[in-house]
């Protein structure tokens, strides 16, 4: 699986960390990390929470990642941003506990995790841990498993109010402030990982327009 990573300007400073994290339990896993930024708080290009969530949009809608991590200082914005998307189905993750119910409950394709409230000592054991119960494994099975079917239809149910709800990805990406697209993937690997990942060509070709 693909797995991206974006971080968001106010908790930069600990992007080091989290790739660190997330890297140690997803590749031995045979799982691909993609790091979108921010690197450090200095990157000229900065990502707001509002950004983290158009670009888990893009990634996910173009096939360009199966799943994405991301976060902010709460972890509420980049969630609320990211469901805002068409198919996008993110979940607030604090703790393994959290990890292993969305994984199993949800079965969403992006978390968004607090790096500022909460986050102290052994913080990187907290992050292993969330990314281990996430990506180690089937997701969906279900908690209690007997549950299991009557989740994967409700699971169904909200994928179809979602697509009643929301616009197509090409739509969103055409209507919303060129200004805010422009910055959100003006990520400095963002050219190198994404269009060699993209499945969508319409999105891409979008893309590629707006840096001509
Ligand atoms: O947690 C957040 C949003 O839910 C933000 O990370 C937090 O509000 C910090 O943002 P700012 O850049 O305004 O200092």
């Given at each position: 699986m693909k797995i991206a990573l974006i971080i968001e300007n106010s908790q930069a400073a600990k992007a080091s960390l989290v790739h660190e994290s997330l890297a140690a339990v997803a590749e031995p896993l045979g799982h691909e990390v993609h790091h979108y930024g921010m690197?450090?708080?200095?990157?000229k290009a900065s990502l707001t929470y509002v950004m983290n969530g158009l670009l888990t949009g893009i990634l996910l809608n173009s096939g360009a990642a199966d799943f994405v991590v991301t976060g902010c200082g709460t972890g509420m914005g980049s969630m609320l941003a990211a469901n805002s998307m068409p198919g996008v189905f993110c979940g607030l993750v604090i703790d393994p506990t959290d990890a292993f119910l969305f994984g199993q409950?949800?079965?969403?394709?992006a978390i968004s995790m607090p790096y500022s409230k909460g986050f102290g000592w052994a913080a990187e054991l907290n992050l292993q841990d969330v990314y281990r119960k996430l990506f180690d494994g089937e997701r969906g099975?279900?908690?209690?498993?007997?549950?299991a079917a009557i989740m994967k239809t409700n699971r169904g149910i909200l994928k179809s109010l979602k697509e009643a709800s929301c616009r197509d990805m090409l739509t969103v990406l055409k209507t919303v402030d060129q200004d805010l697209l422009k910055a959100a993937i003006a990520g400095e690997k963002f050219a190198d990982l994404f269009y060699a990942n993209c499945k969508d060509e319409a999105i891409s070709d979008y893309l590629r327009g707006l840096s001509a």
């Amino acid at each position: 699986m693909k797995i991206a990573l974006i971080i968001e300007n106010s908790q930069a400073a600990k992007a080091s960390l989290v790739h660190e994290s997330l890297a140690a339990v997803a590749e031995p896993l045979g799982h691909e990390v993609h790091h979108y930024g921010m690197y450090t708080p200095e990157d000229k290009a900065s990502l707001t929470y509002v950004m983290n969530g158009l670009l888990t949009g893009i990634l996910l809608n173009s096939g360009a990642a199966d799943f994405v991590v991301t976060g902010c200082g709460t972890g509420m914005g980049s969630m609320l941003a990211a469901n805002s998307m068409p198919g996008v189905f993110c979940g607030l993750v604090i703790d393994p506990t959290d990890a292993f119910l969305f994984g199993q409950i949800n079965d969403g394709n992006a978390i968004s995790m607090p790096y500022s409230k909460g986050f102290g000592w052994a913080a990187e054991l907290n992050l292993q841990d969330v990314y281990r119960k996430l990506f180690d494994g089937e997701r969906g099975l279900g908690y209690p498993k007997e549950r299991a079917a009557i989740m994967k239809t409700n699971r169904g149910i909200l994928k179809s109010l979602k697509e009643a709800s929301c616009r197509d990805m090409l739509t969103v990406l055409k209507t919303v402030d060129q200004d805010l697209l422009k910055a959100a993937i003006a990520g400095e690997k963002f050219a190198d990982l994404f269009y060699a990942n993209c499945k969508d060509e319409a999105i891409s070709d979008y893309l590629r327009g707006l840096s001509a």
